[in-house]
């Protein structure tokens, strides 16, 4: 089985600032997907950010982006002038390219300090 | 926002009782899923399945059944509730084939007592 780490459970940052959520994989496939999903208070799972193993470019979403580091199994979110709205859990998910499960981390909780 | 409602929202239930909840999702997705979600776990897969009457285990089946009689529906039962089955119900869809990402209905909290 695929594992997802999320070895920091909790994080915080002050707003406007920035700060790194780490994510590694364990996987021998070549090609896969790569998912944050966000967790609000509210309990629904948004979609933040992708990343496909195949393309070198790292995927950016207006204040999010991703290091992905495909040798080190390492895809960590980037989340630039953080905002109160972003305080959430946050989610890594694997997927292979061919399968149809996913496979999630344990999630990283993120406090945005006024 | 994808199309996907879990019924009921909440629910509360004793120990022993056959409990089912009900995901429908409107966008005609082949596959969809049911996680758990429990803290320090994070979400944990079910079952799910890759369409009608199509089903298969996930990583946490034990204690569960699920059923697809129709493509928008996917019912998840608990077939004699235990107290280590309190949790958060996920139903998702998407993630197979040229669909990449799941989508996620609201969730349903579970308690039992």
């Known amino acids: 089985a695929q594992t997802v780490t999320q070895s920091q459970p909790e994080m915080s940052v002050q707003e406007a600032e920035t700060v790194t959520l780490s994510c590694t994989y364990d996987?021998?496939?070549?090609?896969?997907?790569l998912f944050w999903y966000k967790q609000p208070p509210s309990r629904q799972m948004i979609l933040v950010i992708r990343?496909?193993?195949?393309?070198?470019q790292n995927a950016t979403e207006n204040r999010f982006s991703v290091n992905f580091q495909k040798a080190a199994k390492s895809f960590s979110l980037k989340i630039s002038d953080s905002q109160l709205g972003d305080a959430a859990m946050y989610f890594c998910?694997?997927?292979?390219?061919?399968?149809?499960?996913?496979?999630f981390g344990t999630g990283t909780s993120l406090t945005v300090i006024p | 926002d994808a199309g996907i409602t879990q019924s009921p929202r909440h629910k509360v239930t004793e120990t022993g009782t056959p409990v089912t909840l009900r995901c429908h999702q409107t966008?005609?997705?082949?596959?969809m899923y049911w996680y758990r979600q429990d803290p320090g776990h994070g979400l944990r897969l079910i079952h799910y399945?890759?369409?009608?009457?199509?089903?298969d285990k996930g990583e946490v089946s034990d204690g569960y059944s699920v059923s697809r009689s129709k493509t928008e529906d996917f019912l998840l039962t608990l077939e004699s509730a235990t107290s280590s089955q309190t949790s958060v119900y996920f139903c998702?869809?998407?993630?197979?084939?040229?669909?990449?990402?799941?989508?996620f209905g609201p969730g349903t909290r579970l308690t039992v007592l």
């Open positions: 998910a694997y997927r292979r390219s061919t399968g149809n499960q996913f496979y």
């Open positions: 996987t021998s496939e070549s090609d896969y997907y």
């Open positions: 990343q496909e193993a195949y393309k070198q």
């Open positions: 966008e005609n997705h082949r596959y």
């Open positions: 399945s890759y369409g009608v009457k199509d089903t």
């Open positions: 998702a869809i998407g993630g197979g084939g040229s669909y990449n990402e799941q989508f």
